[in-house]
């Protein structure tokens, strides 16, 4: 089983909607959660952090965690054709390693 | 404007060649990384530095050598390299890996290699 998995898309939206992306982790015990934007050729960058379940919200954007389920999510609302990139889950394993999943592609359209 | 800064950005090199890739943080932060992104997949973890002391090695090949000489640099030193070494090569930072780490990565731009 891999350590962090992703629907590797693309995921078309349109203008204006609601973009979610999803993210499954393996290992229960990790406590650390995060997703990075990345445009392409460019390096990623940081866009949220959680660490405890429920919801966190930053401007158009929203993580949600749950730990009982080994879940974590990130929305986007009012999609805008610059949030077209790749986005990347990452979680801090029990060895402090940060493991990145393979990332969603979203394309908003315009 | 990212804190983290890396040189060069881009470098060409042939397989005989010793070339080294430069980091800067001026952040205050503790840990250091050095990963791997091939196009299309995910950045693969190489090499932590926590403290300017080597704490994670993901079985890199030695052709790749890692270097702190001081909390705000890191260096990886090539050679010897493959064509499939081609790579977006990143240089990443957090505060430590202490307990109360938030573990948030910032990353540089990167330096796109190519082996000739």
């Known amino acids: 089983q891999k350590e962090v998995e992703q629907n590797s898309g693309p995921l078309s939206v349109p203008e204006g909607a609601i973009a979610s992306l999803n993210c499954t982790y393996s290992d229960r015990v990790s406590q650390s959660f995060f997703w990075y934007r990345q445009y392409s050729g460019k390096s990623p960058e940081l866009i949220m952090s959680i660490y405890s379940n429920g919801d966190k919200e930053d401007g158009r954007f929203t993580a949600q965690l749950n730990k009982a389920s080994q879940y974590v999510s990130l929305l986007i609302r009012d999609s805008q054709p610059s949030d077209s990139a790749t986005y990347l889950c990452a979680v801090r394993s029990r060895d402090d390693k940060i493991i990145f999943g393979k990332g969603t592609r979203l394309h908003i359209l315009p | 404007d990212t804190e983290v800064t890396q040189t060069p950005k881009h470098l060409v090199m042939g397989m005989t060649n010793k070339k080294s890739l430069k980091c800067e943080q001026h952040m205050g932060h503790r840990a250091m990384y050095w990963y791997k992104q091939k196009a299309k997949k995910p950045p693969e973890l190489m090499f932590v530095?926590?403290?300017?002391?080597?704490?994670i090695n993901e079985s890199v090949p030695s052709r790749f050598s890692p270097e702190c000489p001081n909390s705000s640099l890191l260096n990886l030193h090539l050679h010897a390299l493959q064509p499939e070494d081609s790579a977006l090569y990143l240089c990443?930072?957090?505060?430590?890996?202490?307990?109360?780490?938030?573990?948030?990565?910032?990353f540089g731009e990167g330096s796109r290699l190519t082996v000739l």
């Open positions: 530095y926590s403290y300017e002391k080597l704490s």
């Open positions: 990443a930072s957090s505060q430590a890996r202490l307990a109360d780490d938030t573990g948030e990565l910032f």
